[in-house]
């Protein structure tokens, strides 16, 4: 087919973007008859802006970002909606080895349990205070990210205090292992490889992972200005039958060699194929040669993976009330609910028969084990999806969600 | 220029050399309190230093995200800081984007005084690229002729040709693969390399 959709996408170089390169490099987007330019960008604030100018028709994005940028959160916000997920999981928190050190002294263990390692470093912390130690510095890649918002959850329900007992700051991501190494964090939030090269350097732990923390939580989103979905439906459409192929294609096994080695090309992350292997096994070293296999680690396809769930939207919207980035008034939950967009998922994807999920929100953290769900098409299945701490995020019960969780945190 | 009393700016740009042609650009406009960073960091101390009323950074610099998020939230950032002036310029702010830098400026500065220190750096980075890329024109021509000149050495001592026959059969070759004289070298040179106990070496 000839390419007659020209959509210009940008990403960042970080393992999410696979499904946009794979789209591309392997030809998912030209059979759809989409001509996908990728750019690769250095910030998520020049993804923002060059959507906002109108450079960019699509782009790889922080879950969070659309919902910063309607909420009217960031400079230069163009309306931007989420038609579809570009992957659940992927992160872990990787702490230096001095911090690893005192962990263990409170009883952290190399398992990557996040109610565990929470413990040791909320003893580790109050063990600092008394020695009168500055507080632990965490970097995160963005104030509007899922990194954010399940660093501060997870720290939250461990009685740290993410605002008061820690400072959080933001660094780019591939600056992560050196700012560690250099000691000028102490830890971190950020996606693959990213932890694992700390870890490859002997210069930092893994402790727990995005997929412990929260099971089956969304990461990275395909934005897209709303100008552009409105004014080119069908160039749309095609993109999304493109990702749901190219995706499928990331998650299969018998793929994972040849993605590895696409990755690795300069062009788009740069950095060894073998070091992108553990994110896409879950096959994690978390330090010191100990090897665990996290999961449901890092999920492209799988588990409805792609599909623009408004639960996620709305959770990420009580965190973003929950750290006083925006007061929760009936509009802007309006504006958080109408943001991630399912129905164009639908009405992309329904022409190839696959599996769509009926319900447009779910209630998160309700599977304890893999569930068949109600589908149109083939047989669809998710979970489990739990939050480590047991919690469950009713969507439609979000008022009481935002009250209770806006108490400090239990010590 | 305008009355008032001169606007600070500061100029986050890792590249010395384009940093340093803005500074001049403002300078000679008259902007007399122009201070450049090469590093991020200590930036949150150097800012609450200065307490600049316009900065400039380069979009290629990968901690925007960083200085967006200081702004918003650091005691060292006094007076909040805005991403341009007037967000429905989206002209300026388009060519800004192209030239490939990004401005911030106090809040309560009139748009016709951050105007002209947007205009000038956007020409200064818009020289600097084109300035750019003619050295990287200049360099890529001179590194093929390089490559041309020991091509035509490889195959006057192999095949015992002449230097005009030499150049000739390069360019025959060129012209019938339809690929340009310094790539057909560049492959024999590397061919050389590889089968023979160095011509070069």
Redesign the interface.
């Known amino acids: 087919m000839s390419a007659e959709h020209q959509i210009e996408a940008g990403f960042i170089p970080l393992f999410d973007s696979a499904v946009l390169v794979v789209a591309r490099e392997l030809g998912f987007a030209s059979r759809e008859g989409v001509n996908l330019n990728l750019h690769r960008e250095t910030s998520w604030a020049n993804i923002r802006d060059r959507i906002a100018i109108g450079h960019f028709d699509v782009a790889h994005m922080l879950g969070p970002m659309p919902l910063a940028f309607n909420l009217r959160l960031a400079p230069l916000s163009a309306d931007t909606i989420v038609p579809f997920a570009l992957s659940l999981g992927g992160n872990c928190v990787t702490v230096s080895n001095a911090v690893w050190a005192g962990m263990a002294d409170h009883g952290a263990e190399a398992d990557a349990d996040p109610a565990r390692a929470g413990a040791a470093l909320r003893k580790l912390i109050a063990t600092r205070n008394a020695k009168g130690e500055p507080k632990l510095r965490l970097a995160v890649t963005h104030p509007h990210s899922g990194h954010k918002y399940e660093l501060s959850y997870w720290l939250a329900a461990c009685g740290i205090d993410p605002l008061a007992d820690v400072d959080i700051v933001i660094v780019p991501p591939p600056f992560m292992p050196d700012t560690l190494a250099a000691g000028h964090v102490d830890g971190y939030c950020v996606g693959e490889p990213w932890n694992s090269l700390s870890v490859v350097r002997g210069t930092g732990r893994i402790v727990t992972a995005k997929a412990r923390i929260w099971r089956n939580s969304p990461e990275k989103v395909l934005g897209v200005r709303k100008s552009f979905a409105e004014a080119r439906p069908e160039a749309l459409a095609a993109l999304l039958r493109a990702l749901h192929h190219a995706a499928r294609w990331c998650q299969a096994p018998e793929n994972r060699a040849a993605l590895a080695d696409l990755m690795a090309q300069r062009a788009f992350l740069g950095v060894p194929a073998a070091l992108q292997m553990p994110a896409l096994s879950g096959r994690l070293d978390l330090g010191a040669g100990i090897i665990r296999t996290i999961d449901d680690f890092f999920l492209p396809f799988d588990k409805a993976a792609n599909f623009p769930w408004k639960s996620h939207a709305l959770w990420f919207y009580t965190q973003m009330v929950r750290w006083g980035q925006v007061a929760h008034t009936a509009e802007n939950s309006r504006t958080a609910h109408e943001t991630y967009r399912p129905d164009l998922y639908r009405a992309a994807l329904k022409p190839l028969g696959v599996a769509l999920p009926a319900a447009n929100a779910k209630v998160e953290g309700a599977l304890t084990v893999p569930t068949p769900v109600g589908s149109a098409g083939a047989s669809l299945v998710l979970g489990p999806d739990g939050y480590f701490d047991g919690k469950v995020f009713d969507p439609d019960e979000i008022e009481a969600y935002i009250s209770a969780q806006s108490q400090a945190p239990s010590k | 220029m305008s009355a008032g009393p001169t606007l600070k700016i500061l100029v986050i740009d890792e590249n010395k050399i384009r940093a340093s042609i803005i500074d001049a650009g403002l300078r000679d406009a008259g902007y007399s309190e122009v201070t450049l960073m090469h590093e991020i960091a200590g930036i949150a101390a150097r800012i609450e230093a200065l307490q600049p009323d316009v900065i400039v950074i380069d979009?290629?610099?990968?901690?925007?995200?960083?200085l967006?998020?200081?702004f918003?939230?650091s005691r060292a950032v006094k007076r909040p800081i805005?991403?341009?002036v007037d967000?429905s310029d989206?002209e300026s702010?388009?060519a800004a984007?192209d030239a490939g830098v990004?401005a911030y400026v106090v809040d309560g500065l009139k748009q016709e005084r951050v105007k002209p220190i947007l205009e000038m750096t956007i020409s200064r980075f818009n020289a600097f690229s084109r300035m750019a890329r003619e050295l990287e024109e200049a360099r890529s021509e001179l590194e093929g002729r390089k490559v041309v000149e020991r091509a035509k050495g490889i195959l006057m001592k192999s095949r015992g040709l002449s230097e005009p026959d030499a150049y000739a059969l390069l360019r025959k070759t060129a012209m019938s693969q339809n690929r340009k004289i310094s790539e057909i070298a560049q492959s024999l040179v590397t061919a050389a390399g590889l089968l023979g106990p160095g011509h070069d070496e």
């Open positions: 979009l290629g610099n990968p901690n925007r995200d960083m967006e998020n200081m918003q939230l805005a991403m341009f967000q989206t702010i388009a984007v990004s």
